[in-house]
């Protein structure tokens, strides 16, 4: 309501800032024609392709710097280092490495989320209680994949939730900033399109979209998961 | 079987110079025999226990468990620790067909076995709890039908009741006498509790500390099961109470730097009795 207030009061023009109604009108139209539904599906695809990857690359990495001191001291620092970059200045090497393609997006969407993943994966494994890993090989896991998938994952959880979360919005960020350049339907090249197009109600609607199904990801998956897992390795009460 | 022969353990410690945890120790340990190792806090005797478990080697010496060497941690000597060990993200059923699992026992047929040991040691209502909602004396509990279920030749247990209060440590005591009477594992049992170690033990083997010997050798030969109020218990009780008041001192010297505290020595000061007489 204020928003409409003011858009007439004031006297925007639409070009610069879109009112309610376009904004709602260009929404329906938008599902309508299934032309925000296909950006959305193409977009998510995109994301959960490299979301998989970063996370696999980030709980290999990550525990290749938690059990290798050397591993560490090197290779660690890069990703250190690394993790410092945004992820879209890799685009235009993405562009001459895959072309302007899906492959250049999900490329520096997976770069974006993988090095937090590393770093939340070495920190979890280092803070596990050296008991579990001792009783662990006492009842014969041995050091190797078991110990892995069934010690040093469940052990490092906590963090390992508060990583994934992390690398969940940076995965965002970086996909959507890849779409806006390099090519294929989806909510960044939707954003591009409507700015060709001097449409700021579908503008806005991207980016409307694009924070509501970060929050609903966020909260209804994410925290909803991370608060489950917390109060059954004790650390949180029941009563919340 | 464990033979322990002559074995040492330096630790490098953070300036540089190394630590003499172990100096050239031998003890033997029969199968089905019930060994405590009891001495000070920093005396060694879990430095014992983590070179027979594999956590640690030793820096000379030999040790032989079962006539072989020792390569790594393995679940024929399974430990028990003083803080339970416990996987929190597992429930106690879990927990217990943790180690059957490593074996490639199917779910079923583990799970059964892990209720079965669950309730030996009377925490069936328990089994699909979260070690979190446990009490210490349950999740202890918990602890020891993990290590069982292995069905281990030994048992290395270090201080596993060290955390718990008096009343649950009594009842923890007689279950694992029953369990070692029905069980007939080799348990070497770590403890600075003298009265514990009385109670458990066939043998009980004295540490000095700085750097840890075996001291002396006590072998109970009281009947089993044990009762407390057993007069030989307490005669024994008091020979090894003699027996570690030099390490006692030796430990109090260290942690208070003050070479002249002495332990025998009432060292309460008499100044009330300083003006005696005075208003006479």
């Known amino acids: 309501m204020v928003w409409e207030a003011a858009y007439r009061m004031i006297g925007w023009e639409s070009w610069k800032f879109p009112s309610l109604f376009q904004t709602v009108e260009s929404f329906y139209n938008g599902f309508a024609h299934g032309q925000l539904l296909e950006a959305i599906i193409n977009s998510l695809r995109r994301l959960l392709i490299a979301f998989a990857i970063s996370i696999s690359i980030g709980l290999l990495l990550g525990l290749m710097f938690s059990r290798s001191k050397v591993i560490d001291d090197t290779l660690g620092f890069v990703v250190i280092a690394l993790q410092t970059v945004p992820s879209i200045a890799w685009l235009p090497f993405a562009i001459i490495w895959f072309g302007f393609n899906d492959k250049s997006v999900i490329f520096i969407t997976a770069l974006g989320a993988t090095w937090t993943m590393a770093i939340a994966t070495r920190t979890g494994i280092k803070n596990i209680s050296p008991i579990y890993i001792r009783a662990a090989q006492t009842l014969g896991t041995g050091t190797g994949w078991r110990m892995f998938t069934q010690v040093l994952v469940p052990g490092a959880f906590p963090h390992l939730m508060t990583g994934i979360r992390v690398a969940w919005a940076f995965a965002w960020r970086a996909l959507v900033a890849g779409e806006l350049i390099a090519n294929g339907a989806g909510l960044g090249q939707l954003l591009q399109d409507g700015r060709g197009l001097g449409d700021t109600a579908l503008m806005l609607n991207v980016v409307i979209i694009i924070a509501v199904l970060g929050t609903i990801s966020d909260h209804f998956c994410f925290k909803k998961l991370e608060d489950k897992l917390l109060i059954r390795y004790g650390l949180e009460s029941h009563t919340k | ?280």
């Open chain 2, 1 to 280: 079987m464990i033979v322990i022969d002559k074995v040492s353990k330096q630790f490098n410690q953070r300036d540089g110079s190394s630590f003499q945890a172990l100096d050239s120790i031998s003890l033997s340990i029969k199968e089905g025999e019930f060994v405590s190792l009891l001495g000070p806090s920093g005396c060694g005797k879990s430095t014992v226990l983590n070179l027979i478990a594999g956590f640690d080697k030793s820096t000379s010496g030999v040790i032989k468990v079962n006539g072989g060497d020792i390569k790594a941690p393995g679940p024929d000597r399974v430990v028990v620790f003083q803080e339970h060990g416990l996987f929190p993200w597992l429930t106690v059923l879990e927990n217990v067909a943790f180690g059957l699992k490593q074996k490639g026992i199917g779910k079923k047929e583990r799970q059964e076995l892990a209720l079965e040991q669950i309730r030996a040691v009377h925490l069936s209502k328990f089994a699909d709890r979260y070690p979190h909602e446990l009490s210490g004396g349950m999740k202890q509990r918990a602890a020891i039908a993990r290590a069982l279920i292995m069905d281990p030749q030994i048992l290395l247990m270090d201080e596993p009741f060290a955390a718990l209060d008096e009343q649950t440590r009594l009842v923890l005591h007689k279950e694992l006498e029953e369990i070692w009477l029905r069980t007939g594992k080799t348990i070497l049992f770590i403890t600075h509790n003298i009265r514990e170690a009385v109670m458990l033990s066939d043998r009980v083997l004295v540490m000095s500390t700085r750097p840890g010997t075996i001291k002396k050798e006590f072998v109970v030969q009281a009947a089993r099961p044990r009762e407390s109020s057993d007069p030989l218990l307490h005669h024994v009780e008091r020979s090894i109470m003699e027996c570690l008041a030099d390490e006692l001192e030796k430990v109090v010297k260290e942690e208070m730097g003050d070479d002249t505290y002495s332990f025998k020595k009432n060292n309460i000061s008499d100044r009330n009795f300083g003006g005696m007489g005075s208003g006479i």
